[in-house]
């Protein structure tokens, strides 16, 4: 079983409504990647966090230390936001990232 | 434009051949990173340098044999690779390693085939 894991796994969405994207983990952390792969490979950083929740544009992030869970939640989507949005965690003792499988998202116009 | 590049973008190789990919980072980041992103499978740290010093190497055939000349630059050396090892090789820096959470720039990934 993975430590990181994501749901969905594929969203299909029509332009306009409201995303969400879960993110569960098993392991105490230090924080929080979202990131997003589009098509061809790239991977851009969204956002870190470590509590809280963080806001960017149309793109929302939250995190609930006590219950491991993260969501990532998308306003307003619109077509150039398909892509796959990947969670990942960094462990207190670990220096690297551990990664989720990624949700594959995609908006239709 | 994310301030790594990596080249070449797509490499076809044989079992045979010995290749190398390159990273090279525009930002002042201490440390580096590569990846590796198989079909249907989560992105997979292969290793870490630090300040050139690698740090990480997580059970990575000797096939693959890294290389980071400076802080700047890093190479993965291929040589008789096998089909499996077909995947999307991601190079990442970030200011320093990621013990506090900084923030992970990736480049844009070779996707390299091997027949």
């Known amino acids: 079983k993975n430590e990181v894991e994501q749901s969905p796994q594929n969203l299909t969405a029509q332009e306009g409504e409201f995303i969400t994207i879960n993110c569960s983990y098993s392991?105490?952390?230090?924080?929080l990647h979202w990131l997003q792969q589009h098509p061809g490979g790239g991977i851009v950083s969204l956002f870190m966090l470590s509590s809280g929740k963080k806001k960017h544009g149309r793109l929302i992030a939250t995190i609930n230390i006590q219950e491991k869970h993260s969501s990532l939640h998308i306003t307003a989507s619109h077509p150039r936001d398909s892509a796959v949005y990947i969670c990942?965690?960094?462990?207190?003792?670990?220096?690297?990232?551990?990664f989720g499988s990624g949700t594959q998202l995609t908006v239709l116009p | 434009e994310t301030g790594v590049t990596q080249t070449p973008r797509h490499l076809v190789m044989g079992m045979t051949n010995k290749k190398s990919l390159k990273c090279e980072q525009h930002?002042?980041?201490?440390?580096m990173y590569w990846y590796k992103q198989s079909a249907k499978k989560p992105l997979e740290l292969m290793f870490v340098?630090?300040?050139?010093?690698?740090?990480e190497n997580n059970s990575v055939p000797s096939r693959f044999s890294p290389e980071c000349p400076n802080s700047s630059h890093l190479f993965l050396h291929l040589h008789t690779l096998q089909p499996e090892d077909s995947a999307l090789y991601l190079c990442?820096?970030?200011?320093?390693?990621?013990?506090?959470?900084?923030?992970?720039?990736f480049g844009p990934g070779t996707r390299l085939t091997v027949t």
């Open positions: 392991v105490g952390i230090s924080a």
């Open positions: 340098y630090s300040l050139e010093e690698r740090v």
């Open positions: 930002l002042g980041h201490n440390a």
């Open positions: 990442a820096s970030s200011q320093d390693l990621d013990r506090v959470g900084y923030e992970q720039y």
């Open positions: 990942a965690v960094l462990t207190y003792s670990a220096r690297q990232l551990t």
